[in-house]
């Protein structure tokens, strides 16, 4: 017997025919891997019940059994569990019969050890992430809490799981949500399931910079390329090259802009900025936005080119009001990294806070949750968080303005704008509520910095 692989898997093997368990067995125990074989689906799932399996081959047909009718028993006994199809009568129908059920991949009968080694190595590489996955949300001693996207809601948990089942390919993808709603978190996420995870990862704000410097930022420049440029920059994409770059608020990446980020993602060529020489880089490219880019590209305000690029996998992050479930969760969860970073102690949230924090809308949503519960610590001075420490009442949230209070006009329509904001699904629909057009919203939104 090898040594074991310090990413060995925990493996289950169900299918009916003794040669298939055999071979496949050998094969996955050359590498590392501890396998059980069984000959039935119910046997499988007895083991299943027994002990933790990282990955399970399930034949698709077992005598007079469907393998695949058993998936959602497998992956209820192990949420995390790996499910690959295997079968000699592989059609397209089957193939996404399987994936909807939960399925991860597909494999056609016969195989070679070289298909089944691909598909381990991308399931020990989900493996390691996923053990550190925590780790991001426990980052007390990086000076915020970690953004934990766990959820008991099942929009969010669709999310996730098609967030794992394209983290391990190759193409680009679209994350889409309101503002707040971790976006960004889950990018690093997907590099983190990725093969790239041993690679750099790496952010660049599209609306942080003017169109000249944002270009130098990707792409570098050489010494005097313009005023300024005493040395030569590298860019941030030769700096992550074999790794991840992620674009937040991508739609509002200057125009003169994006034709050079089409080009990389067509071609993974580039120029530095002054320089005639180009250069290549092996990158992913996730983005993610707030805005409609839909909308934007049929309009003509971003290029329409680069958002079916960009737009390869869509991933939607739904707002915290559409999975008002999670609320108390993860409200606790921030009392208690607040809690710790106050020196305080805390048994918790009173009734009426509970009450308070379901029925609120959150238009700022996971990062007005969080912000909401660090003012609440601070201030106050029981052992449960209430509804005044909050500001929440069933008539006014946290923050929020009322026609005739004593504010400035600014502040009015900067209130009105972020509450119809966060009751509408797209930006045009706001801005149509709003009796204004996009642009205008858009520059409101600049001004307010929402």
Known sequence: MPETDPDGLHILIVDDEPNIRKTLGMALEVDGHKVTAVGNARDG????????FDLVFLDMRLGTDKGTDHIPEFIAASPWIK??????YATVETAVEAIK?????????PFTPGQVKAITTRVA???RAEASVGALGKAATDGEPGTDLDSKSPVMQRALAMARQVAGA??????????????????RLIH????RAGKPFGVVSCPSLSAELLE?????HVRGAFTGALRDHPGRIAALDGGTLFLDEIGDLPVAVQPKLLRFLQDHEYERVGEGSTRKANLRVLAASNLDLDAMAHSGRFREDLF???NVVQVELPPLRERSEDVPLLAQRFLSFYAARNRKQFLGFTEEAERGMRAHAWPGNLRELRNVIERAVILSQGTRIGAAELGLNPEKGPGQIEVGDAVTLDKLEEAHIRLVLGSTKSLDEAARILGIDAATLWRRRKKYGI
């Open 45 to 52: 799932l007895a083991q299943a019940a027994l002990k933790p």
């Open 101 to 109: 059920l939960g399925a991860a991949e597909y494999l056609p009968k």
């Open 125 to 127: 590489a989900t493996k």
């Open 83 to 88: 499910i690959v199809v295997i079968t000699a």
């Open 192 to 195: 983190a399931w990725s093969l």
């Open 170 to 187: 190759e193409a680009s993808v679209l994350l889409r949500g309101e503002s707040g709603t971790g976006k960004s978190v889950l990018a």
């Open 308 to 310: 079916y690029r960009l």
């Open 216 to 220: 130098s930022e990707l792409f570098g």
